[in-house]
């Protein structure tokens, strides 16, 4: 019943722009980190960027000056705006959302299933 839907993956050439979305359905959230991970062939689940409840971000330094991230707590959305994209940013970027349930105050974590990201050279 829960689910985190991932949305602005595809392909784009190098040095262009592309804008993912995640929003988590069927529960809302307080005290909540959301963020971006992502993962290539053969290399480890790294963090990307990733945003509080309270406004503060935090960026990989891969990504620094090219990337960021903003949230909409009405929404439970958080966004990843990419921009002068890199061939070695191509991989598979998960949403994650974790928090604190409104109702009954329980500790949860999700992800999501994953969006492709490929960029071209």
């Known amino acids: 019943q829960v689910q985190l839907v991932e949305s602005g993956g595809g392909l784009v050439q190098a040095g262009g722009s592309l804008r993912l979305s995640c929003a988590v359905a069927g529960v809302t959230l307080s005290s909540y980190t959301m963020g971006w991970y992502r993962q290539a062939p053969g290399k480890q689940r790294e963090l990307v960027a990733t945003i509080t409840s309270g406004g503060r971000s935090d960026y990989a330094d891969s990504v620094k000056g090219r990337f960021t991230i903003s949230n909409d707590s009405a929404k439970n959305t958080v966004y990843l705006q990419m921009n002068s994209l890199k061939p070695e940013d191509t991989a598979v970027y998960y949403c994650?959302?974790?928090?604190?349930?409104?109702?009954?105050?329980?500790?949860?974590?999700?992800w999501g299933q994953g969006t492709q990201v490929t960029v071209s050279s």
């Open positions: 994650n959302a974790r928090g604190l349930t409104v109702v009954h105050f329980s500790p949860v974590n999700y």
